[in-house]
C-alpha cells in the first residue's frame, strides 16, 4: 500500500510549487444533507449523504454499502485510471480494493462552495448523476448551510514559476498569480467543423471561499458528448438508461432534444470538472490555471504536480 496521502504530499516537493503554511479558515457542513439517484456508467441506483467533519482531514468519501465501510481519502494519489470520469481507489496498488466513481461533480460543488471539510457517505459504486451538473450537490450544500471549522495553518501549493504539461494539441498550465486564490480557465477546442464551437469559461476561488459566481454560472452546465460519441458508447453498452433529456448530446444543430442553458456550457462544464479534480491536490492552491483541451487525466497530472508529486499519481 502506498501509505497515506499527508506523507505522500508532505515528503515531495515540485520545484515550481512552494508548499507555505498559511492560515486558512476550515469550513465544513453545519448538518447533513443526501440524495439519490441513478449513475451514469454503472447505471445503478446510489444515494449519497454528506456529513459535517472537524478532524483536519479534509474531504473523505466513505462506502457505507460494503463490509467495513472502507474511507477513500479525496488525494490523487488515490486516483485510478478510467476513461471520462474521476475514480478514486482506497488502495489503488490492490486489484479489487474499495472504489467510488465519477467524483468529479461533488467535490467540483465541494470546491466551489468553500468547503474544506467533510465526509462523504456513499451507498453505491458510483456517485449520482443528477442533471449532469454540479446543481444537485450545491443544493444539498446550501440547505444544509456552511460553517467555520476553525482557522489552521495547511499548507498551500502556491505556484512560483510556471508548470506546463503538453500532450498534442493538450495543455494545462499554471502561472504565479498575484491573487489570494486560484484562477481557473478552460479553453475548449473541438476540430473544425464540429457542432461545438471553441469557447473559454473561467472562474476565480479566492482562498478559504467560495468560488465567485460559481453557484449561478458554473455549477449548473451539464456533462455532454458528441452525438456520434453517444452512438459509438451505446453500442459498447454504455449509457442505456439515459435518454436524450437526462444527458446533453450534442448534434450537427445543437443540443438533441434538449436546450443549452448558457451559449458556453461545454466549456463551463469542462471548467467544472477542472475545479473537481484539481480540488484532490488537498491543499488550496494559489495560481493561474489554463487548461486548452484537457480530459480527467490531464487535470489529474497538474494535480499530482501541485500535490508535490513529482513523477505523477501515485508515485510516493
Known amino acids: 500500500m502506498r501509505g497515506s496521502y499527508d506523507r505522500a504530499v508532505s515528503s515531495l516537493t515540485h520545484p515550481n510549487a512552494s508548499q507555505t503554511p498559511l492560515a486558512v479558515m476550515r469550513r465544513t457542513l453545519s448538518r447533513s444533507a443526501s440524495l439519490s439517484g441513478i449513475t451514469l456508467f ?17 474531504i473523505v468519501f466513505r462506502r457505507i454499502d460494503l463490509p467495513g465501510q472502507p474511507a477513500i481519502r479525496a488525494g490523487v ?7 471520462r470520469r474521476t475514480v478514486l481507489s ?13 467524483v468529479e461533480h461533488v467535490m467540483s460543488a465541494l470546491a466551489g462552495m468553500g468547503v474544506t471539510d467533510a465526509m462523504v457517505e456513499v451507498s453505491g459504486p458510483e456517485i449520482p448523476i443528477g442533471d449532469g451538473s454540479a446543481t444537485p450537490f450545491v443544493e444539498m450544500i446550501a440547505s444544509a448551510g456552511v460553517v467555520t471549522a476553525g482557522a489552521t495553518s495547511r499548507p498551500t501549493a502556491r505556484v512560483v514559476e510556471s508548470i506546463v504539461i503538453e ?6 498550465e499554471a502561472h504565479p498569480t498575484e491573487r489570494a486564490g ?30 465567485e459566481g460559481y453557484a449561478e454560472g458554473v455549477a449548473p452546465a451539464r456533462t455532454f458528448c458528441l452525438r456520434q460519441e453517444a452512438e459509438a458508447m451505446r453500442a459498447m453498452g454504455m ?11 450534442i448534434g450537427e444543430d445543437g443540443p438533441i432534444e434538449n436546450e443549452y442553458r448558457f451559449a ?7 471548467l467544472l470538472d477542472l475545479l473537481g479534480d484539481l480540488a484532490l491536490c488537498g491543499r488550496p492552491v494559489v495560481g493561474r490555471v489554463v487548461a486548452t483541451r ?12 501541485l500535490a508535490g508529486l513529482e513523477n505523477g499519481i501515485g508515485s510516493a
Open 294 to 305: 484537457t480530459g480527467h487525466s490531464h487535470n489529474h497530472a497538474m494535480a499530482a504536480k
Open 264 to 270: 458556453d456550457e461545454p466549456a463551463r462544464h469542462k
Open 90 to 102: 482506497a488502495d489503488p496498488d490492490e486489484r479489487g480494493a474499495a472504489t467510488v466513481q465519477t
Open 182 to 211: 486560484l484562477e481557473l480557465t478552460y479553453r475548449l477546442e473541438y476540430p473544425a467543423g464540429s457542432p461545438i464551437a471553441a469557447q473559454e469559461a473561467s472562474v476565480f476561488v479566492p482562498l478559504g471561499m467560495p468560488a
Open 42 to 58: 454503472t447505471g445503478e441506483r446510489a444515494s449519497i449523504t454528506i456529513r459535517p467533519e472537524r478532524d483536519g482531514r479534509g
Open 239 to 249: 449509457f442505456k438508461h439515459l435518454s436524450a433529456r437526462e444527458m446533453l448530446v
Open 77 to 83: 494519489i488515490h486516483v485510478v485510471p478510467e476513461a
Open 167 to 172: 500532450d498534442g494539441t493538450t495543455r494545462i
